[in-house]
């Protein structure tokens, strides 16, 4: 374990080591990662939009009992029950709540009131705009070459619109794995990096070794961005699956939806009027048709099937682009070492080319 190379604006917001965020993955991001990733000095995130309420409550107690670092949660702001989730998060003193989508305003201000840092993940400047303007500590921005939901813009160009619009640390994500990624991300004024498909592809996580060579195998080219899944631009591996769906038309879809609907509610022990609930809120933010809604129950036990079971015929499996030049499995420490110090050594050269 390294000492303290890099000392940005973010380390010092949530008293972390170093400037790295294990993001928050669905069926990825559990107590191990997460308690990995702390005690490696970076930011770990659980992620809890796969999780019941009770469910988290425990991943939180594990993670707990296994570091004394501080670590953060990610959630869906357009859950049912995100607001008792919040509440979860001050009870236990987690330090980050990390969101997909932007949270409301009421929410950012009581988590703030009880010192937990609220960033949201944003995907274009106006929005991180907004929830600075919101009151939000932080953003991360996730460029299109980002694993999972996902917009249009790289990295590259999205980061400087953001920074350019907000005065709040900001955390480049979307195609980093190594301290080169961590050097150009400072440079460009970011806080630090997230990172989530390189996390996934650590010992530390809980992935089935045959998926986590399943990734290992892939090239540059061997994502694709599909929207069939769940109705929202979503970047995964390209599988036979993913291609089927691609091919096939909505009504053909239907069937497997509603079958994947009926095993949602189940795993997830949500009642029908508690899915619907979830669903009118994903219409009212997000402007999603009741088509997109019955299609986006898809995507937690697609990603289940993938992720947890190794299942390739059902499932599917998210990842960035950076897939391609990930070959190795590290433990998360030995990841961070690396990918610090390799950040100091760039900043270093670059820094000598000042005259
Ligand atoms: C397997 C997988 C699952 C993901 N699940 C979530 C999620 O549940 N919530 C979320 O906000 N982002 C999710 N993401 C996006 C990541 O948190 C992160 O923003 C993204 O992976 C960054 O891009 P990278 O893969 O190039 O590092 C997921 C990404 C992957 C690869």
Redesign the pocket.
């Known amino acids: 374990m390294i000492e303290q190379l890099l000392r940005t604006p973010l380390t010092d917001l949530v008293g972390v080591r170093h400037p790295v965020v294990q993001?928050?993955?669905?069926?990825?991001?559990g107590p191990r990662l997460v308690s990995a990733t702390a005690n490696a000095g970076g930011l770990g995130?659980l992620?809890?939009?796969?999780m019941t309420f009770d469910e988290l409550e425990k991943a939180i107690v594990e993670v707990k009992g296994r570091t004394e670092e501080p670590f953060g949660v990610?959630l869906?702001a357009d859950a049912g029950d995100a607001a008792a989730r919040c509440d979860l998060l001050i009870e236990y003193g987690v330090k980050v709540a990390?969101?997909?989508l932007a949270p409301k305003p009421e929410l950012i201000a009581r988590l703030k009131e009880h010192d937990v840092v609220v960033m949201p993940?944003i995907g274009a400047a106006k929005h991180a705009k907004k929830v600075a303007g919101w009151g939000a500590d932080a953003v991360?921005v996730?460029?299109g070459?980002?694993?999972?939901?996902?917009g249009p813009v790289p990295?590259t160009l999205l980061l400087p619109t953001v920074l350019d619009a907000v005065d709040i640390p900001v955390v480049a994500?979307?195609?980093?794995?190594d301290g080169r990624g961590l050097a150009a991300a400072l440079s460009y004024g970011a806080a630090g990096v997230?990172?989530?498909?390189?996390?996934?592809l650590t010992s530390d996580s809980a992935?089935p070794d045959a998926v986590k060579r399943l990734y290992l195998e892939r090239g540059l080219t061997d994502t694709v961005v599909t929207a069939k899944v769940d109705g929202m631009p979503h970047?995964?591996l390209r599988t036979a699956l993913v291609e089927e769906l691609e091919e096939s038309s909505a009504v053909r879809r239907m069937g497997p939806t509603l079958r994947r609907t009926l095993e949602f509610k189940r795993d997830s022990g949500m009642s029908w009027r508690e899915l619907a609930k979830d669903g009118r809120e994903m219409k009212k933010q997000q402007g999603r048709t009741l088509g997109q809604m019955a299609l986006a129950a898809n995507t937690p036990t697609m990603?289940k099937a993938g992720?947890v079971e190794g299942d390739t015929s059902a499932g599917v499996?998210?990842?960035?682009?950076?897939?391609g030049v990930i070959d190795d499995l590290p433990s998360c420490e030995e990841l961070i070492d690396r990918v610090v110090t390799r950040a100091a050594e760039e900043l270093r050269r670059a820094g000598s080319y000042l005259s």
């Open positions: 993001t928050g993955m669905g069926w990825v991001s995130i992620a809890s939009a796969t990610n869906r990390s969101f997909a993940s991360m996730q460029g070459e980002g694993g999972g939901h996902t990295t994500a979307g195609g980093f794995f997230g990172m989530g498909t390189r996390f996934l992935v970047r995964m990603l992720l499996l998210a990842s960035g682009q950076v897939v």
